[in-house]
């Protein structure tokens, strides 16, 4: 499959400082990709070259095909960008903000009411589509921000911290909505809260001082990924009765046994194989008392990648 967002050593310095430090990335099609990294690691500074706001000192980027410093316009045209703490009219309703950002974006006539309605849909803003913008909760100002980047039918969306100032609550349900656009879209966000990405992006890019560590898979259908059990019965049994299930690549010891109950951690071929472990395992006589997918832990990768060094705490550069 062709990357649909191709960055190749973008640097961005300003002065003797360097915010971004050639770096080459590529985002998949239909992906959740993750910028992850303290505040000050080049996260903004990435998204607004790619969005056309700032230009890179070295480099070059290419979305859906197209440079973003030759076929900066058309680039334009096929991103929807939110950036963080998005600007809005307050004194606007939301339905007439959304009509008269799907006109700038080039809709005209006819077109706009079934645009908005749809973005209104897809963001479930029909409850306060005729409230004035200015009077909204943080998550619903989030979701018109979103809303207006999607009118005009991007293939790409850019959200700069989209969770920031948003309560539990709100941060929950962005993290669903984020999900839920994924694979109609291709999503590029950005974070600094490890738990957050770790469960809204497919991949994750880590980010310190300007420059990436590492790309690493969080999910994938039909990745490698591995599973953590909880299974009450003898140890040589258990080990003996996983490896035999196909799909399986490696049973590992996570924490011995309590009370007859081990912790195991199973490499497997991916997600499927889950339901035929527990299947083999009550079959075979086994106590399963649990069974959940280990995910990648971000805060020990980070602590390995940078050897343990603190995040600079000066704020995203410009």
Known sequence: MTPIIVAERLTKSYGPRIAVDSVSLEVETGEVMGLL????????????????YLRASSGT???????????????????????????????????????????IKGL?????????????????????????VGTLSKGFRQRVAIAQALLGSPAVLILDEPGNGLDPKQIIEMRGLIRSLAGSLTIL???????????MADRVAILLQGRLLAVRVLRS???AVRL???????????????GRVPGVHAVALAAPAHSGVAAYRVEVDGPSVAEPIAVRLVQGGFGLLSLDEDPVDLEALFLELTGGAAAAPSPEMA
């Open 221 to 223: 259908a039909g990745a």
């Open 61 to 103: 980027a290419r979305i859906a095909g197209l440079d973003i410093a030759r076929d900066a316009l058309a680039v334009k045209q096929r991103v929807g960008y939110v950036p963080e703490n998005a600007p809005l009219y307050d004194g606007m309703r939301v339905r007439e903000f959304l009509a008269f950002m799907a006109r």
């Open 37 to 52: 990294g303290p505040n000050g690691s080049g996260k903004t500074t990435i998204l607004r070259i790619l969005t056309g």
């Open 108 to 132: 005209a006539g006819p077109a706009v009411p079934p645009a908005v309605e749809a973005a209104c849909a897809r963001l479930a803003l029909e409850p306060v589509v005729d409230r004035q």
């Open 189 to 199: 966000v950005t974070s600094h809260i490890l738990a957050e990405m770790e469960r």
């Open 228 to 242: 953590r059990l909880r299974v009450r019965g003898d140890e040589a049994l258990v080990r003996a009765c996983l």
